[in-house]
């Protein structure tokens, strides 16, 4: 069965720091993996996937990682401002077709 | 594109009561999938549909609950009766061949 953990569950750093948010996962036979934020009350929306094969995929200021060996991602966000503030998380299916097994997520605050 | 759409967004009905959450995927997608998601247990898969046939409905949590998906554009969830400790917040993703999933808006569902 696979687990996702992401720690810590709450982030806050002052504007401009960079952000570095963790995720492991028990199985690494995934498929792919993938990041999402989450605004309060609000839906999921997709920020990055990374593919089994991939080491790292990159979109504006977010970059991701994958460690398939480790059982590791991390979510960097470069430059971070006050509109990242969000819950953060990161979700794996064990093959294609497969389920998302979520982690709890990371709430993240920006301090002006 | 519209993305996903869910309806209603909101739901309050009494215990006991029969509540239907409805869906419409991203045309062109062949997967969909419903989630629950709650402070307690995070987010969580109940069933997911591949070309409109359920693939895996293991966390479908009692009998009360059931899903349907009679054609490619239009998925229902239906809950009867319903209890107070289904109160959540329900999302639908869909995606193309299983890949990046894209959530809708939710529907937040209150029972007293």
């Known amino acids: 069965k696979q687990e996702v953990t992401q720690i810590p569950a709450a982030l806050s750093v002052p504007e401009g720091e960079n952000l570095v948010l963790n995720c492991s996962f028990t199985d690494s036979a995934i498929y792919n993996l993938q990041w999402f934020r989450q605004d309060p009350g609000k839906g999921l929306t997709s920020l990055l996937l990374?593919?089994?094969?991939?080491r790292e995929q990159t979109s504006g200021r977010l970059n991701a990682s994958l460690d398939k060996s480790s059982g590791r991602s991390t979510l960097y966000i470069a430059a971070s401002q006050p509109g990242d503030s969000a819950t953060y998380l990161c979700?794996?299916?064990?093959?294609?077709?497969?389920?998302?097994?979520f982690g709890g997520g990371t709430r993240v605050l920006v301090k002006p | 594109d519209a993305g996903v759409i869910q309806s209603p967004r909101h739901e309050v009905t009494e215990m006991g009561q029969e509540v239907t959450l409805r869906c419409k995927p991203i045309?062109?997608?062949?997967?969909l999938f419903w989630y629950r998601q709650t402070m307690m247990r995070g987010l969580e898969l109940l069933i997911y549909f591949n070309n409109n046939v359920p693939i895996d409905d293991s966390g479908m949590p009692e009998d009360r609950f059931s899903a349907k998906m009679p054609n490619a554009s239009f998925s229902t969830l239906k809950i009867q009766p319903s209890e107070p400790r289904d109160s959540a917040v329900y999302f639908c993703?869909?995606?193309?061949?299983?890949?990046?999933?894209?959530f809708g808006p939710g529907t937040r569902l209150t029972v007293t």
């Open positions: 979700a794996a299916p064990k093959a294609a077709g497969n389920k998302l097994t």
């Open positions: 045309s062109g997608h062949n997967s």
């Open positions: 990374i593919q089994s094969s991939q």
């Open positions: 993703a869909s995606s193309l061949h299983t890949y990046e999933q894209y």
